[in-house]
C-alpha cells in the first residue's frame, strides 16, 4: 500500500486495552470535533467527529470525569500537536495542540502532573484518524495526519437527474423592433443594430474534506442545452478541464436593415434559449500528495450553471389593412359611443388607418391607429391609438 501518512507516533501503554485503528482519509474525512474526559491520573475517553461523516467515535469511557471539547471551522487545521503519557507508562494523560487560526486545544489528567512532553509531527495539519490502545480508559494515542498535498482533481463526474431538468430550460426575448409603413405608395427603409452578451456558467461544490484544502481542477463535461426534434432538452458536452468555478462570456451583434413595402408591418425579433440547472453530481476526487503518490475517493456535491442556446433573428411582416377590415366591424361600433362622449358629436367617423395583432403572440390584443374626422367641417381632428382584445 501506498503512504500517504506521516509515521504515527503512539503515546502511552504498548500493552493495555484494545488496539483501535480509525481512518477517515479513504473517505476524504478530516477532524472537525474532538472531545476529551479526563480523570485524575488518566484520559479516560475519547469522541471525534470527521467530515465526512455525521456519525462520531467514541474510544474509552464517555461521560466521565473533566471534559472538554474542541470544533475546527472550515480550512482549520492543526500547526502543533504534543502528547503526553501518565508518567508511569500505563495510560495516555493529556493532549495538546495549536491550530492555524491562532488557538489552542489543552485537556489532561486533573490530579497527577504531566511529565514527558512529545512533540508530533503534523506534516499537512489534516488529521484524518486515530490510533491506540482502549478499554475503560484511553491506554495510548496517536492521531494520523495526511502527508502534505500537492493538487487534487475531480474526475468521472455524473449527473444522475440531468434528464429530468427540461423545466429548467426558458425562452428569452432579447430584442424586438417594430416599424411600419402607412404609404399606399412609398416604401420605407428600417435599420437596427443591438448587441447581447451571454455569460455561461459551471460550478461544482466541495465538502470540507480533504479537497477543502487543496487546489482542485474539474475534468468533465458541462451541461449544454440541447434540441432533439423540436424539443428542448440537457446533455454533457464533451470533457474539459475547468477550476471548480467557471464562466464564459460571448457577445452576439447585428445589423440588420431593408425596405418595407407600403402598408405594411415588419418586425425583427432577436430570442434564445436559456437554462438555469442546479442538480447532483457524483464523481471521484482524486489527492495526489508532494511525494507523487495518489489515491481517491467517492465524492458527492450540487453542481449549478447556466447554459444559453445560439441567438437566433427573425423578421416577420403583414399587411396594416387585413386584420382590420374583417371581423372588427362589431368591436368598432360597440366603441362609438365611447368616442361620441369625448368628441361630443354623434356624427363622427372613424377611420381605421392600421390594425395589427403580431402572429407570434394571438392572444396579444389588436392594435388599431383611428383616425377622427369633425362632423362640421371633416377635418381630422384627432388620431388615437386603441388597444382592443381579441377575446
Keep these: 500500500m501506498s503512504i500517504i501518512y506521516t509515521p504515527v507516533q503512539i503515546i502511552g501503554s504498548s500493552s493495555g486495552g484494545t488496539v483501535f485503528n480509525y481512518d477517515a482519509a479513504q473517505s476524504g474525512g478530516v477532524l472537525r470535533r474532538i472531545g476529551v474526559w479526563a480523570g485524575e491520573w488518566q484520559l479516560r475517553g475519547i469522541r471525534v ?16 470525569g473533566s471534559y472538554k471539547e474542541f470544533e475546527f471551522t472550515d480550512g482549520e487545521r492543526i500547526s502543533r500537536l504534543s502528547l503526553w503519557g501518565n508518567g ?14 491562532d488557538r489552542q486545544f489543552f485537556h489532561h489528567m486533573t490530579s497527577w502532573p504531566l511529565k514527558q ?27 494520523t495526519f495526511l502527508l502534505p498535498i500537492s493538487h487534487a482533481r475531480l474526475t468521472n463526474v455524473r449527473y444522475p437527474t440531468l434528464q429530468l431538468e427540461a423545466a429548467s430550460i426558458h425562452p428569452v426575448n432579447i430584442h424586438e423592433f417594430y416599424d411600419e409603413n402607412l404609404s399606399y405608395s412609398l416604401p420605407k427603409e428600417w435599420t437596427n443594430t443591438g448587441s447581447y452578451t451571454k455569460t455561461e456558467s459551471a460550478s461544482w461544490s466541495l465538502t470540507t474534506g480533504i479537497e477543502y484544502h487543496a487546489t482542485v481542477g474539474v475534468s468533465a463535461g458541462i451541461p449544454k442545452i440541447a434540441e432533439v426534434s423540436g424539443e428542448f432538452g440537457w446533455q454533457v458536452g464533451v470533457s474539459g478541464t475547468y477550476e471548480t468555478t467557471w464562466e464564459e462570456s460571448e457577445t ?11 402598408r405594411t408591418w415588419l418586425s425583427f425579433i432577436v430570442t434564445t434559449r436559456r ?11 482524486e489527492i495526489v500528495l508532494s511525494t507523487g503518490t495518489r489515491f481517491s475517493y467517492a465524492l458527492k456535491g450540487q453542481y449549478a450553471g447556466v447554459a444559453y442556446t445560439r441567438v437566433e433573428t427573425r423578421t416577420e411582416e403583414g399587411s396594416v389593412d387585413a386584420a382590420s377590415r374583417e371581423g372588427s366591424t362589431n368591436i368598432l361600433r360597440s366603441n362609438v359611443v365611447g368616442t361620441k362622449r369625448s368628441y361630443g358629436s354623434i356624427d363622427s367617423n372613424i377611420e381605421v388607418v392600421t390594425s395589427r395583432r403580431r402572429s407570434t403572440d394571438h392572444a396579444a390584443p389588436h392594435r388599431l391607429l383611428l383616425q377622427h374626422n369633425g362632423a362640421d367641417d371633416g377635418n381630422i381632428a384627432d388620431m388615437n391609438e386603441l388597444h382592443l382584445d381579441p377575446n
Design 49 to 64: 467527529w470527521f467530515t465526512h461523516t455525521t456519525s462520531s467515535q467514541t474510544f474509552g469511557t464517555a461521560n466521565v
Design 88 to 101: 508511569a507508562g500505563t495510560r495516555s494523560g493529556g493532549i495538546r495542540f495549536f491550530t492555524t487560526r
Design 117 to 143: 512532553e512529545y512533540a508530533i509531527e503534523v506534516a499537512s495539519g489534516l488529521c484524518v484518524g486515530l490510533r491506540g490502545r482502549a478499554g475503560a480508559d484511553i491506554d495510548a494515542l496517536g492521531l
Design 252 to 262: 452576439y451583434g447585428w445589423s440588420r436593415g431593408a425596405v418595407i413595402p407600403p
Design 275 to 285: 437554462g438555469n440547472l442546479s442538480v447532483p453530481y457524483e464523481g471521484t476526487m
